[in-house]
């Protein structure tokens, strides 16, 4: 009996340092990937700025922008921190309403005005938005102020000939408050205070000229990266090499590249005249040799094509402006 409970002892004991092993194992894996790097490598500098404060409607060029982490941030001006909704409380982009990306957004002070062809401009007064409520973004709940009567008549009528139907919202909150989509849990760094207010899929984004560069090759008519609205626009690298970006370091902010950006019929609309390419490009081309193969991956994403990158804030807040070097972190294996 005394071998039997020795035997089951000594089990036991091994078993549990094995349990231990493994355990510290593991956070120590966890902790090295969420460990900020110390060795860096430049790869280009910023050559573009770009807020986009309501969702699908025009954007804002900026010579330098803070980091926070709910997006890019001047004052009063928010990356996609406003967008349109139906009477169903259903948010509405360009992809419907391709004219969207004509209005024209310009912020001073805590004043939004919005401009658009053949309409009178219209201010609304962002720090006297009504009470909150809940719309949602691809069927996930977000909070939201409404923007008042005047500017919903403005953009009704705008877009829809009619004096009622679509409505502005402000996101009231200063961090993110969706939970990662499920066809994101492919993308094991995205997590949820990368969401932003109201972007699609992260707070930040990123691409390289030579990427739109490469791509215009391919095409007969060229693009520029306004067509992809991504926030930063670096130039100096190759075509495609942020696909590799781990870590990303610009100026003293600190990034993490979590996912692909995947595309889709957005990057048709042409943003200067907000009408979409009656041939589907650049979509087309793209799909032709931008496809992400991976087999674990694929299922979530389908035939959408991949150009640029989204990311995360990893560090303190910090400023972005025209012509900061942009780093990677240099792998310590």
């Not at 000594?10 to 990937?33: H, N, P, Q, V």
């Not at 219209?122 to 006297?128: E, F, G, K, P, V």
């Not at 215009?216 to 926030?231: G, I, S, W």
Request: charged content about 25%.
């Amino acid at each position: 009996m005394d071998k039997i409970k020795l035997s089951l002892i000594s089990a036991l004991a091994i078993g549990g340092g094995t349990t231990i092993i493994l355990s510290w194992w593991w956070w120590w894996s966890r902790e090295k990937k969420l460990r900020v790097p110390n060795k860096w490598r430049r790869v280009g500098e910023i050559s573009d700025i770009f807020v986009f404060p309501v969702k699908s409607l025009g954007f804002i060029r900026k010579s330098e922008i803070e980091c926070t982490p709910l997006g890019c941030k001047s004052g009063w001006l928010r990356d996609r921190t406003l967008m349109l909704i139906d009477l169903n409380k259903k948010f509405i982009t360009a992809r419907k309403f391709p004219q969207m990306i004509k209005i024209k957004p310009n912020i001073v002070g805590s004043i939004l005005t919005l401009e658009a062809p053949g309409t009178n401009k219209i201010n609304i007064d962002l720090s006297h938005v009504g009470k909150k409520f809940m719309t949602s973004i691809w069927s996930q709940p977000v909070p939201a102020c409404d923007c008042g009567d005047d500017v919903a008549q403005w953009l009704s009528q705008f877009l829809l000939q009619e004096d009622t139907g679509i409505r502005l919202v402000y996101y009231p909150l200063d961090v993110p408050y969706r939970d990662v989509k499920i066809k994101n849990k492919a993308f094991p760094l995205l997590g949820n205070a990368d969401a932003g207010a109201y972007p699609d899929e992260s707070s930040f984004s990123l691409m390289t000229e030579a990427s739109v560069e490469e791509l215009n090759a391919r095409l007969e008519d060229p693009v520029t990266p306004l067509q992809f609205r991504m926030n930063f626009t670096v130039k100096g690298t190759k075509a495609y090499e942020e696909d590799t970006w781990d870590w990303i370091k610009i100026g003293s902010v600190v990034f993490r590249n979590v996912r692909p950006s995947t595309r889709c019929l957005l990057i048709t609309i042409d943003p200067d005249i907000g009408e979409k390419s009656n041939i589907n490009e650049p979509l087309k081309t793209l799909k032709k040799y931008r496809q992400i193969e991976d087999p674990t991956i694929r299922p979530f994403v389908g035939e959408s094509p991949m150009l640029g990158i989204h990311m995360g804030l990893k560090g303190p807040n910090g400023m972005i402006k025209l012509g900061d070097s942009v780093y990677v972190n240099v792998s310590e294996e």
